[in-house]
């Protein structure tokens, strides 16, 4: 079995498992020269750099701070989410606009990007993709050839959803073109399904999926073996433009589960992937040390990182998995999004608190600096 999936199993059945700001008088540099790429940054995205598609905490200036003039990459970074819904081209082209700079597909891992290692395992079988944005694109993209949206999937059966009736829009195309027949749909077993990003209709998904996960991939038919289920990340909540968090696809895992222990005999199953799994952290150093390396980068020395640094607004998600992942990882919690407390967090403190995204790209800066210097 893949190695990534088999880290990403401790998650089926999921179990329930100050420093003080640095003065922003500092303006130091790093040398790319000198200094080879011996650190990395991964940013979360929803609360560190974004509230909604607003940047926050000086995010644009934070960032332009990691490019030479030319717009090559000093500092390889990336941005680490477990938000998702588009595909990684599109993600990076929409962060490009939004916050001045220029990010490339290769800097954004969200939290399905992993399913593209299931490829092989499902490439030509008949798999369901939910979620808001364009989850069946995304899936097509990673080179499933037999994806359906859930919205698609559930418009071929008649009265699979009671409350359709009450419901205004019934059926969002998400960029996947490839329509199929009725009898097609209706004749194949889905063999998984893939919850992408945060499903828009909860009613309808869960009903569906539980007719799905039931009867072997046949709604409507008898009783079957459970198809193969894969989420994206299991965050309960999150941050938005809200004041308060907003409940996430933990929170629609919960409610799915608890649905389907209560009306079939034997409990769910699922594999869900995302931060704060040590093997996101792992696959985010590999994928900075591809960063480091390639025609983004103005200095493509040494793979070698000493510190790789996690900025997060999370301390259950983004914290956490830092802290689970270990060296070199060093955390830098934010008080823009879900933690807005005083002091470091209780149960997952970070290695630092600070304010604001540019106040940790700052004290990242000069720290480092200072490592040069003693170096020197």
């Known amino acids: 079995m893949n190695h990534l999936l088999i880290l990403a199993r401790n998650s089926l059945r999921r179990r329930n498992f100050n420093l003080r700001p640095p003065s922003r008088s500092f303006s130091s540099t790093i040398s790319p020269e000198s200094n080879r790429s011996s650190f990395g940054i991964a ?3 929803d609360g560190v750099i974004l509230l909604g598609s607003s940047p926050v905490g000086g995010s644009p ?19 680490l989410t477990n938000g998702g819904g588009l595909p990684e081209s599109k993600r990076a082209s929409e962060m490009s606009h939004l916050l001045g700079v220029q990010v490339s597909p290769l800097q954004v891992i969200q939290a399905h990007s992993p399913f593209r290692k299931l490829v092989n395992r499902f490439e030509n079988e008949l798999v369901v993709a939910a979620g808001k944005g364009e989850p069946a694109a995304v899936m097509s993209n990673y080179g499933f050839k037999n994806v359906i949206s859930m919205d698609e999937y559930a418009s071929y059966f008649d009265n699979i959803d009671p409350l359709a009736p009450y419901k205004k829009l019934m059926f969002r195309q998400d960029g996947h073109k490839e329509l199929r027949s009725r009898e097609d749909v209706l004749s194949q077993r889905v063999q998984a399904a893939f919850i992408v990003s945060d499903p828009v209709d909860w009613s309808r998904d869960i009903q569906v999926l539980c007719d799905i996960l039931r009867t072997g991939g046949l709604p409507g038919k008898e009783i079957g073996p459970q198809p193969h289920l894969y ?16 409940l996430g696809m933990g929170a629609f895992r919960i409610a799915l589960e608890s649905i389907f222990n209560r009306i079939h005999e034997k409990p769910l199953e699922y594999t869900s992937f995302g931060k704060p799994n040590p093997f996101v952290f792992k696959n985010a150093e590999d994928v900075l040390k591809e960063i480091a390396t390639s025609p983004y980068s103005s200095n493509q020395g040494s793979h070698h990182f000493k510190t790789l640094y996690m900025i997060g607004d999370n301390p259950k998600i983004d914290i956490r998995g830092a802290r689970q992942a270990g060296t070199p990882w060093f955390s830098i919690l934010t008080r823009t999004g879900v933690f807005k407390g005083k002091d470091n967090h209780s149960e997952f403190p970070a290695d630092l608190v600070v304010d604001t995204v540019e106040e940790a790209v700052d004290f990242i800066l000069t720290r480092e600096s200072a490592k040069q210097s003693l170096l020197s």
């Open 61 to 79: 200036s934070a960032l332009r701070r990691l490019y030479d003039d030319s717009g090559a990459l000093k500092i390889p970074f990336l941005f």
């Open 43 to 45: 940013f979360d995205i």
């Open 231 to 246: 989420i994206a990340n299991d965050d309960l909540d999150y941050q938005t433009e809200f004041p308060t968090e907003r």
